[in-house]
């Protein structure tokens, strides 16, 4: 059923779920840094192995903890409150795909063909609508500064099209470090990856490509300040059934951090 009232949306709140993290590692100021590899509330995930293709994903070890599904019953976003020992902005994502086994030493086109996302896109189809791609370090990285590209087809389902890093990739990146991969003009969304390069040797290491839509931003204006946003304040968007809630931090300054929060779902 549809939540059309604050009483209907109250009554339909899930309890809370933890989430504490310190991110060890030292973070760059502006670039994302994936929360899904560090212990705590969740726990760690460990890295994907389903290859190049990737494997669609409902669940996975170390994501958020989601609602079962319920027939009849939509899950909204009730509330997402946190604070960090630095400022910055935490993001919520659902993530549908992610893949392993790319060369990062190699600067030649390397073939993906991804496989199917789940129907989580924004409209809750397969078409990819909102459905970004980022790259997420899963074992420290050596001393090479790449550049990224990836030819994908968009929501549209216009194929050949080519996405580039938003941000080029830096020396010695930690387990975590993410990496967004920017769209084509008038584009909206990815249904599927065809291929992805490397300008340049990232001489060790090992990454994934992710599939995510964003869920929800919330701003960390100063440390140790907590912030929320709640079903009114960020427009109660909608999750899906089978979404694997995961965290990317964008921190404000050059520093390791700790950040604790709760996250609540509505599901009525």
């Given at each position: 059923?549809?939540?059309t009232?604050?009483?209907?949306?109250?009554?339909?709140?899930?309890?809370?779920?933890?989430?504490a993290?310190?991110?060890?590692?030292?973070l760059?100021?502006?670039?994302?840094?994936?929360?899904?590899?560090?212990?705590?509330?969740?726990g760690?995930?460990?890295a994907?192995?389903?290859?190049?293709?990737?494997?669609?994903?409902t669940?996975?070890?170390?994501?958020?903890?989601?609602?079962?599904?319920?027939?009849?019953?939509n899950?909204?976003?009730?509330r997402?409150?946190?604070?960090?020992?630095?400022?910055?902005?935490?993001?919520?994502c659902d993530?549908?795909?992610?893949?392993?086994?790319l060369s990062?030493?190699?600067?030649?086109?390397?073939?993906?063909?991804?496989v199917?996302w789940?129907?989580?896109?924004?409209?809750?189809?397969?078409?990819?609508?909102?459905?970004?791609?980022?790259?997420?370090?899963?074992?420290?990285t050596?001393?090479?500064?790449?550049?990224?590209?990836?030819?994908?087809?968009?929501s549209?389902?216009?194929?050949?099209r080519?996405?580039?890093?938003?941000?080029?990739?830096?020396?010695?990146?930690p387990?975590?470090?993410?990496?967004?991969?920017?769209l084509?003009?008038?584009?909206?969304?990815v249904?599927?990856?065809?291929?992805?390069?490397?300008?340049?040797?990232?001489?060790?290491?090992?990454?994934?490509?992710?599939?995510?839509?964003?869920?929800?931003?919330?701003?960390?204006?100063?440390?140790?300040?907590?912030?929320?946003?709640?079903?009114?304040?960020?427009?109660?968007?909608?999750?899906?059934?089978?979404s694997?809630?995961?965290?990317?931090?964008?921190?404000?300054?050059?520093?390791?951090?700790?950040?604790?929060?709760?996250?609540v779902?509505?599901?009525?």
């Open positions: 059923m549809a939540i009232t604050l009483d209907q949306l109250i009554a339909a709140m899930l309890p809370p779920a933890t989430i993290k310190a991110a060890t590692p030292t760059v100021a502006g670039r994302p840094h994936s929360l899904f590899y560090l212990a705590g509330s969740p760690a995930a460990v994907p192995t389903p290859g190049l293709a990737g494997a669609a994903l669940s996975y070890a170390g994501q958020l903890p989601f609602p079962a599904a319920v027939s009849g019953r899950v909204h976003l009730a997402l409150s946190a604070q960090a020992t630095i400022a910055g902005s935490l993001v919520l993530r549908l795909w992610h893949n392993s086994g990062l030493t190699s600067t030649a086109a390397q073939t993906i063909n991804s199917a789940p129907a989580r896109d924004a409209n809750g189809a397969t078409d990819g609508e909102r459905v970004l791609i980022g790259l997420e370090v899963t074992s420290a050596g001393s090479g500064t790449p550049a990224f590209s990836m030819s994908y087809t968009n549209q389902g216009a194929a050949g080519t996405g580039t890093g938003v941000l080029n990739g830096v020396a010695s990146s387990i975590g470090a993410f990496y967004p991969l920017g084509a003009a008038g584009d909206t969304g249904r599927s990856v065809q291929s992805f390069s490397l300008s340049a040797s990232w001489t060790s290491g090992a990454a994934s490509l992710v599939a995510y839509r964003e869920i929800a931003r919330l701003e960390l204006t100063a440390a140790h300040v907590p912030s929320a946003i709640d079903a009114i304040t960020s427009g109660m968007p909608r999750l899906y059934d089978g694997v809630p995961f965290l990317l931090f964008i921190p404000s300054a050059t520093t390791a951090s700790n950040i604790v929060g709760q996250v779902f509505a599901q009525g």
